[in-house]
């Protein structure tokens, strides 16, 4: 497809289970964002990939969050020891450079839900 | 502390009338600002921005009205569709920090025919 992919669609976990998230960006595109939306909120910024180097990761909330993107273009974002706060939906974006004030095309998010 | 506020949850406007989205920022630092669009189970699609230097940018139906003295934008949808129903995010941006976008909470507009 030509949009943002991002895998499963829905995940419901244990609380204390590990889960791993899939974003496919658009092919050739350099940056890659990782944003967390919780109920009735916006989305939050997590972390930020300029092909395989991670730039910024500022925003993710604790040493639990860890994301990567080897070779610079598929990324994982990996949950571990999952809590109940940390249920919402997982936004991947991309961008084809690198400039800030690109517009973001967003995939459709992983709705995570910790039971 | 919420750098972006949008303050109202929801907003109704029939069909053909102009709707106004506002958006409050409290960093004068901002350079950047867009309005993203997101339909149920979707994510957000990029709808249209302004630079911190201009006051107006128009794109068919849509302009975007930056007041930075009042740190206050807002969104104008002239005239309303049915299909413009959705919940509007404004973000933000500075220049040096990458796609770190700060978004407000949302606007969930309904227009009825």
């Known amino acids: 497809g030509a949009g943002v992919s991002q895998s499963p669609r829905y995940k419901v976990a244990k609380r204390g289970q590990d889960v791993a998230l899939r974003c496919d960006p658009i092919s050739g595109h350099v940056s890659l964002f990782w944003y967390q939306q919780a109920l009735g909120q916006g989305p939050e910024f997590l972390t930020y990939?300029?092909?395989?180097?991670?730039?910024?990761k500022s925003g993710l909330p604790s040493d639990r969050f860890f994301a990567e993107r080897p070779e610079g273009s598929v990324s994982t974002l990996k949950i571990q020891r999952t809590q109940q706060e940390d249920s919402a939906v997982y936004l991947c974006?991309?961008?084809?450079?690198?400039?800030?004030?690109?517009?973001?095309?967003f995939g459709s998010g992983t709705q995570l839900s910790v039971l | 502390d919420q750098q972006v506020k949008q303050n109202s949850p929801s907003l109704s406007v029939q069909e053909g009338r102009i709707s106004i989205l506002n958006c409050d920022y409290t960093?004068?630092?901002?350079?950047?600002f867009l309005w993203y669009k997101k339909y149920p189970a979707e994510g957000p699609t990029f709808l249209i921005s302004?630079?911190?230097?201009?006051d107006k940018n128009e794109d068919g139906r849509f302009t975007v009205f930056l007041n930075k003295s009042a740190k206050h934008l807002s969104l104008h949808i002239v005239p309303s569709q049915p299909g413009d129903s959705a919940v509007y995010f404004c973000a933000a941006i500075k220049y040096n920090q990458g796609g770190k976008l700060i978004f407000g909470q949302g606007t969930e507009l309904s227009v009825k025919p």
């Open positions: 302004i630079s911190s230097i201009k």
């Open positions: 990939f300029q092909n395989e180097a991670q730039l910024d």
């Open positions: 974006a991309s961008s084809p450079r690198g400039s800030s004030m690109e517009k973001l095309f």
């Open positions: 960093n004068s630092m901002f350079d950047y």
